[in-house]
C-alpha cells in the first residue's frame, strides 16, 4: 500500500512535532512521517495509546521510530517543557503539526449550558495550545534558518454549522484566523503556515463517540463522496503541506470532507 502513494524526500531526516499524536488523525500523521524517514516526537495524553503505535512502527520496515513525551497541551508549563526538550535533543522544530483537539465530553454542551470554567476547559484544549506551542518552536525555526512548515488542524464544524459544540466550533474558525495572520508575521523567515479543516473522518474516537447511524447517513447525505473518509487521508494531505512540494503555499486552509461544504 505504501508504494501507491507520494514519497518526499524533503522530509527525510525532518524533525517533526505533532500533538494528539497517538490516536486518530495525528496517529496517522506520526505513522506516515515515520514512513517518509523523518525524526517524529509527538505529545500525547494517552500512553497506552502511545505505546501501542510506537510498537506498531517498531515493526514496520523502512519506518523511523517516533519519541514520545507525555503531555495534556492544556498544560503549558509542560507543553513549553516538551518543545524546550525537542528543541535540545534535535536542534530545531522543522515541522510542527498542531493536532490535539477535542469535541466530546465537556465541550458538547449548548451554548446556555456553557460555564466559564467548561469555555476555558474547550478553549484550552482546541486552540491555546496551538498558539503557545507555535510560539514556543518558531525561535528555534528561525535560528536554523531553514524556513519550516506549521499545519493548524481546523475543522468543518463552523462552515456546515453545527450545533451542540459551539466553543469547539468557535476555537476552529479561530485556527483559521491565526493561521492566517501567523502566515504573514513568520514569512519573512521562510516559514510556511496552513491549516487543514477535516470533515467526518472515521477516527476510532469518533466511530465510539459521535457516527451512531443517524448521523452517519447525515454525513453521507451531505457529502460528495458517498463513503467513510479515513484518518490516513487527511494525514497525506498534512504529509504535502510539510514537504518542499508546498513550499509556495502559506496562508492557505485546506478542506478534507469529501465534498460537505466544499472550498473555503
Known sequence: MEGKYATYPSLRGKTV???????????????????QGSTVVFLDISPASASALISKLENTPGATVPAFLHCDVTDLARLRECADTVVAQ????????????GAGGKARAQTANVTPESW??????????????????????????????????????????????????LCKAAVMGMTRT????????????????????????QIEEVLTEE??????????????????????????????DSSAITGSSYVVDGGWVGDV
Open 120 to 169: 476555558d476547559h474547550d478553549v484550552g484544549v482546541n486552540l491555546r495550545h496551538q498558539f503557545f506551542l507555535t510560539q514556543a518552536v518558531v525561535p528555534s525555526m528561525r535560528r536554523k534558518g531553514a524556513g519550516g512548515s506549521i499545519i493548524n488542524m481546523g475543522s468543518i464544524t463552523w462552515r456546515i454549522p453545527t450545533v451542540g459544540v459551539p466553543v469547539y466550533a
Open 17 to 35: 512535532l505533532i500533538t494528539g499524536g497517538a490516536e486518530g488523525i495525528g496517529a496517522s500523521a506520526v505513522e506516515l512521517f515515520c514512513r
Open 215 to 244: 448521523y452517519r447517513r447525515e454525513v453521507l447525505g451531505a457529502q460528495s463522496l458517498k463513503r467513510e473518509l479515513l484518518p490516513d487521508e487527511v494525514a497525506r494531505l498534512i504529509l504535502f503541506l510539510a514537504a518542499d
Open 90 to 101: 534535535h536542534g530545531a522544530v522543522d515541522v510542527l503539526v498542531n493536532n490535539a483537539a
Open 182 to 205: 501567523h502566515s504573514k508575521e513568520f514569512g519573512r523567515d521562510g516559514i510556511r503556515v496552513n491549516s487543514v479543516m477535516p470533515g467526518a473522518i472515521s477516527t476510532q474516537r
